[in-house]
């Protein structure tokens, strides 16, 4: 099988139409969700909030020991017979924001605890009120620290976008495969597809880097 430019060349286009309208799209939308949703878990475990704490625990726990794919399959295909419907987008953006929520919140937990323990007695000291002492002396801290491991998240769920062509969003690689199938030639659609993943996700990483380099040494 010898590489074709001129069906390569074809093919590009529609490839990084569906990755900027699906692939990318997802994976922003999906990311703030899993930011604001995993921040939530952590403040109400942190707190100890009665009964909100377990069961936001039991959550995470259960989201955590059960597969991405599953959870995906049932907000789309098992939703339905209990009367929600989901676009495959929306399916797809809650079901990666909401398994990766659960890992965030650990590490936005981890952030919490690493604020020094005078910054709360200062704030105490201070008799600032509780929504101000996590507005503006904790929370600023804590998500300064995490942001690499944020943004490693982040990475992670853009890699795992093609589960959502299960669900029939027409991403990245279902649109490779789909363009493939129409000539049973799949190694330049499949190729470029691979491609253009590493391109997006390997500079980000290495920015990821430097911020982190960053933030230690400032």
């Excluded at 998500?143 to 890699?159: C, E, H, Q, S, T």
């Excluded at 391109?199 to 933030?215: M, N, Q, V």
Aim: contains cysteine; glycine residues 6%.
């Amino acid at each position: 099988m010898n590489w074709d430019w001129n069906y390569a060349f074809e093919a590009l286009p529609e490839l990084l139409t569906h990755f900027a309208k699906y692939t990318l799209v997802a994976t922003v939308l999906g990311t703030i969700l899993a930011a604001i949703l995993g921040l939530v878990f952590a403040i109400i475990r942190y707190l100890r909030i009665p009964v909100l704490a377990q069961l936001t625990t039991a959550f995470i726990e259960f989201i955590r020991s059960t597969p991405l794919l599953i959870q995906l399959f049932f907000l789309f295909f098992a939703l339905p017979s209990l009367g929600v419907t989901l676009s495959p987008m929306t399916a797809g953006v809650i079901g990666l924001g909401v398994h990766y929520a659960c890992y965030c919140a650990d590490v936005y937990r981890a952030g919490i605890e690493a604020v020094p323990t005078g910054q709360w007695e200062a704030s105490t000291a201070l008799h600032l009120p509780q929504r101000i002492t996590w507005q503006r002396v904790v929370l600023p801290q804590a998500i300064r620290n995490v942001l690499p491991a944020l943004g490693n998240y982040a990475i992670a769920m853009f890699k795992e976008t093609p589960f959502l062509a299960l669900i029939t969003v027409p991403e990245l690689v279902h649109t490779a495969r789909a363009f493939g199938s129409q000539t049973y030639e799949w190694l330049e659609p499949l190729t470029l597809a691979g491609l253009i993943f590493l391109a997006a996700s390997y500079p980000t990483a290495l920015l990821l880097r430097r911020l982190e380099i960053k933030l230690k040494t400032s």
